[in-house]
């Protein structure tokens, strides 16, 4: 554990890069790049889109990670970092969606199609949505925390399974309208630039807000055990 | 040798002790259900109206019913599995019933497993009676894929009752189970719900087994994957 006062330091020096990384990686997207030739000025929520699909995605990969070490040892730290990246990942996961549809409308013609990627997207936020849920519905500390390792373990198992049956489900199915099939490999250098930028931009913003989330829930605990103590003093 | 001896005759006796609580559970709630027919009659009642509604729904052409028939029936045998579950954990928090349970448990994987076995039964009975049901209101031959349709039934419903069964004692907890049971399982069982649904429709169009291989394959690797997780995150779920 790291003292208190290297703590705050480590934590204004994130911060500050934070803020320098998004400042500039905004700077990039409106001012620096050009608009893609076909697509037009919509094309640039592309660089919020898919960096918001990596965060969404980081998001869950550490609350599985962290609710198999939380069962394992039993540290409530760990059930904090795990609740706050599904926090986190909720958010992205909806603006994920929300910025696809935006994007989708002009470019596609319709807001939403039941295509594979946009279903997982969907399907992984009910089940972010349904861990924040369950949550909020168990009083005890230690059942919650349990409850919802096991939900991150077996969502995130599951999320694979998920996956290919929608793939095998949409292969089935005429697609509604013809995708065009964008690989990041054909970039030209200033769009290239730009996304790594804002790839590195949300990275910060996710470790930033993630630890912000863990250290209010550590303080909430903390405060909860000082409170029991007071009570406890004044009885006693 | 003597002592590699000593650990399997353990391992036998701990296995024999397993399987014999996991038949006492088993007889228990089926000897309850037995007496009350609580489950299986609101499971099956719930189900035939699922399945009367979507016929106001979609309008009795035959044509339109034979391309919806297999979701319709997947959606009614699986939201009467959630009414079913929770009724059944219902009785299990009454009086702590479920603790006393637990106390008794030489390994408390046997609960889960009792559990399953009583849930596969409930529903398998509820689909059958709803698939023939299906083939007389609708006018569907299912006999030529009888055989077929069973290894569909079957391992959906293994599925189902794995994940069903292990959220339903984690809502068990919570203030509000009726809402959080769906919840929770609906999202889970997707993979599930995909290919029970389009494996039961490919065989109704016609279709044999070999062409729905893939749709098995995964069924049979979500029951897999969902009983061993199943057994391994047990413990977390039932522990006090």
Redesign the interface.
């Known amino acids: 554990m790291l003292s208190r006062s290297a703590f705050t330091l480590w934590r204004m020096i994130h911060a500050v890069a934070m803020y320098v990384v998004v400042g500039l990686a905004l700077w990039m997207i409106f001012v620096y790049v050009p608009s893609e030739k076909g697509q037009g000025l919509v094309q640039r929520i592309f660089y919020f889109h898919v960096s918001s699909t990596f965060t969404m995605s980081l998001a869950g990969l550490v609350a599985f990670v962290a609710s198999i070490i939380y ?1 394992w040892k039993k540290a409530p730290r760990w059930d904090n970092i795990a609740m706050s990246a599904v926090e986190i990942g909720t958010l992205f996961c909806a603006l994920v969606l929300i910025t696809g549809s935006i994007w989708a409308r002009p470019i596609w013609g319709v807001w939403w199609t039941w295509d594979p990627p946009l279903t997982l997207t969907l ?1 992984l936020w ?2 972010y ?2 861990y924040l ?2 949550r909020a ?4 500390d230690t ?1 919650r925390a ?2 919802a ?3 991150a ?3 995130g ?2 999320i694979f ?2 996956y ?3 793939r ?2 949409r292969t ?1 199915h005429p697609k509604p309208i013809v995708i065009q099939e964008g690989g990041t490999t054909g970039l030209p250098p200033s769009m290239f630039w730009t996304l790594m930028v804002c790839f590195v931009a949300f990275l910060l913003l996710f470790f930033y807000l993630l630890r912000e989330r863990v250290f209010l829930a550590q303080s909430r605990h903390d405060l909860e055990i000082i409170r029991q103590e007071i009570d406890d003093t004044l009885k006693g | 040798m003597h002592k590699d001896l000593n650990s399997f005759t353990a391992l036998m006796s701990s296995s024999k002790i397993f399987i014999q609580q996991v038949l006492a559970l088993l007889a228990k709630d089926l000897k309850t259900e037995w007496r009350t027919r609580e489950i299986f009659t609101s499971m099956f009642v719930f189900a035939v109206l699922v399945v009367v509604v979507f016929n106001f729904a979609i309008g009795a052409d035959p044509q339109v019913i034979r391309k919806v028939v297999s979701g319709v029936v997947w959606v009614a045998l699986v939201f009467a599995m959630i009414l079913g579950l929770q009724r059944a954990i219902q009785c299990e928090s009454e009086e702590d019933c479920l603790h006393g349970v637990l106390l008794a448990l030489h390994d408390r994987s046997a609960l889960f497993v009792a559990k399953v076995i009583a849930n596969v039964l409930y529903m398998l009975l509820v689909a059958v009676c709803v698939l023939f049901l299906f083939s007389i209101w609708f006018g569907i031959d299912l006999t030529s894929c009888f055989f077929a349709l069973w290894i569909v039934l079957v391992l959906g419903i293994l599925g189902f009752s794995f994940v069903g069964t292990l959220f339903s004692l984690i809502v068990l907890h919570t203030r509000t189970r009726e809402i959080m049971l769906p919840l929770l399982f609906l999202p889970i069982s997707v993979p599930l719900i995909i290919a029970s649904v389009y494996a039961t429709a490919s065989l109704i169009e016609g279709k044999s087994l070999t062409d729905i291989t893939d749709y098995l394959t995964l069924m049979g690797v979500f029951d897999v994957v969902f009983l061993v997780l199943g057994l391994l995150v047990f413990d977390f779920v039932v522990e006090e």
């Not at chain 1, 519905?137 to 005890?140: A, G, T």
């Open positions: 069962l399907v009910l089940i949505v349904a849920m369950l519905n168990v009083q005890d059942k349990r409850f390792a096991v939900l373990i077996v969502g198992v599951d399974l998920i290919l049956s929608i095998m489900w089935l």
